[in-house]
C-alpha cells in the first residue's frame, strides 16, 4: 500500500525554523517527483516546492530563499527546511506523490507561526 506520513509540525515563532518530514512506503520511491503543499484557514490548497527524481527543485516565488526541499531515497524521505518563518505561512502541510499516474496524499501535519 502507498502511503505517506508527514511530521515536523507545529509552533514557531516568526523568524524561526521547522524542518518537516514525509516518510514513503510503497512502491519505488526514488523514480518518483515529491512535493509539498500547503492549506491555510479559508484558503485553497496551494502547491509549494517540487523535488523530481533527478533531484532537481522548483518552489513558489513566496518561498523562493526561505524553504528547501530535499530528499533521502535510502530513508524514502523527503523534507521541507523551512527557515525565516513568516505569519503567512500558517498551514497544514501536505506531502504529496506522483506514483503511476496517481496523485498520493498524506494526511498533513499543522504549522503555525505565531509569537
Known amino acids: 500500500q502507498v502511503q505517506l506520513v508527514e511530521s515536523g509540525g507545529g509552533l514557531v515563532d516568526p523568524g524561526g525554523s521547522l524542518r518537516l518530514s514525509c516518510a514513503a512506503s510503497?512502491?519505488?520511491?526514488?523514480?518518483?517527483?515529491m512535493s509539498w503543499y500547503r492549506q491555510a484557514p479559508g484558503k485553497q490548497r496551494e502547491w509549494v516546492a517540487t523535488i523530481t527524481s533527478g533531484r532537481n527543485t522548483n518552489y513558489v516565488d513566496s518561498v523562493k530563499g526561505r524553504f528547501t526541499i530535499s530528499r533521502d531515497n535510502a530513508k524514502n524521505t523527503v523534507y521541507l527546511q523551512m527557515n525565516s518563518l513568516k505569519r503567512e505561512d500558517t498551514a497544514v502541510y501536505y506531502c504529496?506523490?506522483?506514483?503511476?499516474?496517481?496523485?498520493?496524499w498524506g494526511k498533513g501535519t499543522l504549522v503555525t507561526v505565531s509569537s
Open positions: 510503497g512502491g519505488i520511491f526514488s523514480i518518483n517527483s
Open positions: 504529496n506523490r506522483k506514483y503511476s499516474g496517481m496523485d498520493i
